[in-house]
């Protein structure tokens, strides 16, 4: 790998929010060290609430008020434009964030300023990192394409999170819960607060969760461990986080055919009763911040990811020499049997972010970058083949081999710079280089022309530009701001649109989609050693987006409104259907457009009640598509919707705080048309929905029972109505929908101590 060393660092000087939603006073921009405002804890890796209207922040208080059963993605649904579900139909397993209807290899996630993204698929694995929001102080989503935190290629928006301030004094939580599905979650956290005078504090979780899920063989299992340990002098501060875990999950990421679906709500196509996930992702991280005065703050966070595990199907009738079964006696290559496989994959993932803040009369300037070199081991085995002895399998039968490599950096510079009279400019000026190398492993029938590899590289610059005005004065009772930006944003395909269409590296004679190629021959220039690629033919792709937003407030009510119109060349998008290992089939469009609005809403009605509303409205087609069908058919889809973006987006919450100690919450939440390919076609969409949740709290201490004093009981109830729909899906033949689970529950008590 190349290694890039890189002494420009980043920064975001820190404001933000008092409440979600809400522009941040004007005076809390007076420092760039980590404070608290309004619940929720800022940093330089955050957006400036007081400078940015597309952004909404997941305060502490509405994370302890969380759904324990549900994964990190589907408490950000009440957020405007986030949209969420999981394979499984429950809250746990594999599950998938949506932001402005762009998937998440698309959304750019950050955790404590590093970048959570897989640099080879883009994903964000959350099944990987069992019961993660609970070592989480909150979360902020900003809407959009991102600035140069972290070096972030985000276009739909992106996550940050913060994780668990590590307290003063020491205590603990332990938390029990059960629910609908066979739901189980046991976790214990415990902080030893500040260490007399040492200056050291830590902090560690464990976690357990089981479900069997909604649908039939959707099965989860999950622990986790979660160490942070601090050190903190006058002008410094360290920060060292481990965590990990193991998930095992059983696969339920293929939809269904919606004639299964309305004999069995509950259907998985998948029969295999070992078709398993089983991964691990211990993380490393340090952080480290220096304080060279009042106006200078350099940081340095670096960090060192190993991913490993496998996934297990069954295969029936497959051609042996595929899967190079025909290298044992008395099998022919044109065989067709039936097997069990085992895909395994390692990761190593190691990277530096640092970054400088300059506060400068007044502007303030921002500098820095990101680091990462990454690889990645790819191989199969199988297991056992139909008509062959156990002997056969005794030490493995290892048939496909791929590695891919991938290295990247970033540099950028911003500088917001105060006018006056309450107008404030930023710019932001972004450079990446990424390079990624893939290749196929000699191994059995992989060999010779029918050895692939290919090296790609891609050099993005992504200005941008902010104006904002908090305009002076009172407007309508309130204070008032406006908001505007433009930018410039880029992405390069992930590994698996590099590919055929159908089948990836893992796949005997499947060839990268690439325009060029190269036979590579052996010394004696006749034998062929490879095929290199070069051009692919999927295309990085670039949009361009405009953001307009106003925020108004006073002590009592808060709302935002704000629109987007992103402009896409080459948008990679779904073309329908998906692939052997259940990911989008996808490649570029000439030209789309996203187009929408987003309302945020909060009011305290009165001491005891508040509201709380999010809702978005988009308009997303294609301004060119011709699409070429694998069948030879040509599809004009200009002016035709983009498949797998839910159109309306709405979540109203009504809170209460009761005397005694309890607490309720009534919220509905809507989700309107999607899609399931480009036809356009209104038979091939997955209907309007909407839910009903009830929630309920209790403190016990509160409520009379002194020897609980730190217990909260609570209950939630989710699709009160016992609704039924679909969370995603695709067209391939008819329409094959991914169910969400009917009327469920989970309760649970939660002890301080």
């Not at 999170?161 to 029990?176: D, K, N, Q, Y």
């Not at 190398?437 to 000699?442: D, G, K």
Request: proline share 4%; charged share 20%.
């Amino acid at each position: 790998m190349r290694l890039f060393a890189i002494l420009l660092p980043i920064a975001l000087a820190a404001a933000t929010a008092a409440a979600a939603e809400s522009p941040a006073p004007a005076d809390t921009a007076s420092t760039d060290r980590t404070w608290r405002v309004g619940d929720v804890t800022v940093t330089a890796s955050r957006y400036d609430a007081q400078h940015a209207m597309n952004l909404t922040n997941l305060t502490a208080q509405e994370l302890r008020d969380r759904e324990p059963d549900l994964e990190l993605p589907l408490l950000l649904q009440g957020i405007p434009g986030v949209f969420a579900y999981s394979d499984a139909g429950s809250g746990l397993g594999y599950t998938y964030l949506k932001i402005r209807g762009f998937d998440q290899r698309r959304v750019g996630v950050l955790f404590g300023g590093i970048p959570f993204n897989d640099p080879e698929d883009h994903q964000v694995w959350w099944v990987d990192l069992p019961d993660l929001a609970a070592s989480v102080q909150d979360i902020q989503v900003q809407r959009g394409i991102s600035n140069s935190v972290g070096g972030m290629t985000a276009i739909g928006g992106t996550v940050n999170i913060v994780a668990a301030e590590l307290a003063e004094t020491p205590g603990g939580l332990f938390s029990l819960n059960a629910g609908s599905d066979g739901y189980f979650r046991q976790m214990i956290s415990y902080q030893t607060g500040t260490l007399p005078g040492s200056g050291l504090k830590s902090s560690l979780r464990l976690s357990r969760q089981e479900s069997d899920g909604y649908r039939d063989r959707a099965g989860h299992d999950g622990w986790a461990v979660f160490w942070s340990g601090q050190y903190d002098t006058e002008n410094s501060q360290t920060r060292t986080n481990i965590y990990t875990g193991r998930e095992v999950t059983h696969h339920a990421w293929d939809a269904v055919p919606e004639s299964m679906l309305r004999g069995n709500r509950r259907a998985n196509v998948e029969t295999y009763h070992n078709a398993v996930d089983d991964f691990r992702q211990p993380h490393y991280e340090l952080h480290h911040t220096l304080w060279l005065g009042d106006d200078v703050e350099l940081v340095n966070r670096f960090y060192y990811i190993r991913g490993e595990g496998l996934y297990e199907n069954y295969k029936p009738d497959e051609r042996a020499d595929l899967y190079s079964l025909d290298f044992l006696p008395g099998v022919a290559d044109s065989t067709e049997l039936d097997l069990i496989r085992r895909k395994w994959v390692r990761k190593d993932h190691v990277g530096w972010v640092p970054h400088l803040a300059w506060r400068h009369g007044r502007g303030r300037l921002l500098v820095g970058g990101d680091w990462y070199a990454f690889a990645s081991d790819h191989w199969g085995d199988v297991l056992w083949a139909e008509g062959l002895t156990p002997a056969d399998f005794v030490d493995g039968f290892k048939y496909h081999r791929y590695t891919g490599e991938k290295d990247a950096f970033s540099l950028y510079a911003s500088e917001r710079y105060a006018l006056g009279g309450g107008l404030t400019v930023t710019g932001d000026l972004h450079f990446q280089h990424k390079r990624y190398a893939f290749r196929q492993r000699e191994m059995k029938n992989f060999t010779g022309e029918l050895l692939n590899g290919y090296e790609v590289t891609w050099d993005f610059f992504n200005p941008k530009a902010v104006l904002n005005w908090q305009t002076p004065g009172r407007t309508l009772g309130g204070t008032l701001q406006l908001f505007g930006s433009v930018g410039v944003n880029h992405r390069e395909p992930t590994d698996n649109e590099l590919f055929d269409t159908w089948t990836g590296g893992s796949d005997l004679g499947a060839q990268p989609l690439f325009a060029r190629s190269r036979t590579v021959y052996a010394a004696d220039g006749t034998t062929v050693s490879r095929v290199e690629w070069s051009d692919p033919l999927v295309k990085q792709e670039k949009v361009v987006d405009y953001e307009l937003g106003l925020a108004w407030q006073n002590p009592r009510l808060s709302v935002t409104l704000g629109g987007y119109w992103m402009d896409f060349t080459d948008e990679i998008v779904p073309y329908g259907g998906v692939n052997d290992d259940g990911s989008s089939i996808r490649g570029n469009a000439g030209a789309t457009l996203h187009r929408g609005l987003e309302l945020g809403l909060r009011a305290q009605v009165d001491r005891r009640h508040s509201l709380a509303l999010a809702a978005s409205r988009s308009w997303d087609e294609f301004d060119e598509f011709v699409f070429h069908d694998w069948d030879g058919s040509v599809h004009d889809y200009a002016g035709n919707p983009v498949a797998g973006f839910p159109d309306r987006l709405a979540m109203v919450s009504w809170d209460s705080r009761w005397q005694g100690g309890a607490r309720t919450r009534v919220r509905l939440r809507h989700t309107g048309r999607q899609h399931l390919d480009n036809s356009g076609l209104a038979e091939r969409t997955i209907d309007p929905w909407t839910t009903l949740d009830l929630s309920c709290w209790l403190d016990l201490g509160r409520a009379g029972w002194t020897a609980l004093e730190g217990a909260t009981a609570f209950v939630h109830v989710r699709n009160v109505g016992d609704m039924e729909y679909e969370t995603w899906g695709y067209w391939y033949g008819e329409n094959w929908l991914t169910p969400a689970a009917g009327r469920n529950f989970v309760i649970g008590l939660d002890y301080l101590f």
